[in-house]
């Protein structure tokens, strides 16, 4: 399908989800609002979270640990907002398909969206077996996304930063770093450069890693290993990586989602002992799933882990660490909801 372009004005922008990751998104692009290529800027939160940026603003600690307040237009029912150029979702990987139909509407013809995800990405194509592609299961159910909103409107978002949410209205930017934008082969990438531009104009560093993929499946090996592993032993991977069988454990995952990569035509150029090494240096901080857990909230198991193992099955890559730890930390799910 040939998308409309994007128009030529400054372009408005969603951040859908203002948690950690869409939180710092959210600040960083209002500061910049109605400079450059920025239009306006609003934000989807919701509960407390939203009540304390409506009330007293979004306030951020940067990783340099200065403190801002910033005036967020805010709320919690899209419909109440003009239709976007550009969507960006920063909504954990399993709370993008019950909102297929408001992401959709908030969508003007010509927009872009950028979901900004850790896991297999709802719009990742694998056979269908019927000569075609489709999404992965585990991360867009019933294919709702790829149905209501179609892959090709999805410019491959990741997020390579640490953050976290400690407390309503509160953002901590922990890990200072990058999102890297792409698209697969063989996709137009004019609107890529167009929306990354006007992120480095609101202070982003963007990378632009071609082909996509070997940024997806890089992250991808970080996650798998990295996230799952401090959420089983509920500590911090600095922490973990002291232990020897740990590390060993963790580095069997990766070296299964790098031979999942390789199936997927994607090279992951990051040594698995200089990814622990690196990993190591930041003892205090958790991971995402692992923050989930500790907060009592469900896990992203099916769009990261499952879906890796769903990707290496279709492939007839084997995974066994990876399976293992996925069925480990459904039981932990199961056993915290009963
Ligand atoms: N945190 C990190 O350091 C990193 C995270 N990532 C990835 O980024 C993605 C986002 O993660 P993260 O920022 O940590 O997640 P958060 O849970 O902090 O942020 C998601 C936010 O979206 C809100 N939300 C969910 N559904 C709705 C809805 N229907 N309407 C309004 N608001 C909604 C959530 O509210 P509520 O709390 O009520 O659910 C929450 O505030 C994930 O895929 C994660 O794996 C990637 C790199 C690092
Ligand atoms: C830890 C990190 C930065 C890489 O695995 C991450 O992406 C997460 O916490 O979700």
């Known amino acids: ?20 990751i869409g939180g710092v998104l959210a600040a960083t692009l209002t500061r910049a609002a109605g400079t450059g290529d920025l239009g306006r800027v609003t934000v989807i939160a919701r509960g407390r979270h939203l009540d304390a940026m409506q009330r007293q603003g979004l306030r951020l600690r940067s990783p340099d640990g200065s403190h801002e307040t910033i005036a967020v237009t805010a709320t919690d029912d899209p419909a109440s907002l003009p239709r976007q150029d550009v969507v960006i979702t920063a909504l954990k990987g399993h709370q993008i398909p019950p909102e297929a139909d408001r992401l959709a509407a908030l969508m003007a013809p010509h927009a872009r969206i950028l979901p900004v995800v850790n896991g297999v990405p709802w719009w990742y194509p694998i056979p269908d077996g019927a000569g075609g592609t489709k999404g992965v299961e585990e991360v867009d159910p019933g294919g709702v996304l790829w149905r209501t909103i179609g892959p090709e409107r999805a410019i491959g978002s990741i997020a390579y930063l640490g953050a976290s949410v400690p407390e309503p209205g509160l953002i901590s930017y922990d890990i200072a770093g990058y999102l890297d934008l792409g698209r697969l082969p063989g996709q137009d990438r004019g609107d890529v450069a167009r929306i990354a531009a006007l992120l480095e104009g609101a202070g982003w560093m963007i990378r632009q890693t071609e082909p996509f993929q070997n940024a997806l499946w890089t992250k991808m090996m970080s996650n798998c290993s990295l996230n799952a592993v401090s959420a089983i032993t509920r500590t911090s991977n600095g922490l973990n990586l002291k232990s020897q069988p740990i590390r060993d454990f963790t580095a069997a995952i990766m070296e299964e989602v790098r031979a999942i990569a390789a199936a997927e035509q994607a090279e992951i150029a990051m040594a698995t002992d200089k990814r622990l090494d690196l990993a190591g240096r930041n003892p205090e901080f958790k991971t995402s799933t692992l923050q989930d857990l500790e907060k009592g909230r469900p896990m992203e198991i099916e769009p990261i882990f499952a879906a890796a193992v769903a990707v290496g099955r279709a492939r007839g890559v084997p995974c066994p660490n990876l399976d293992l730890a996925t069925e480990i930390l459904r039981q932990v799910d199961r056993s915290l909801a009963s």
Request: proline share 15%; aromatic share 4%; hydrophobic share 45%.
């Open 1 to 20: 399908m040939t998308l409309p372009p994007l128009l030529d004005r400054p372009l408005d922008i969603c951040v859908y989800g203002a948690g950690a």
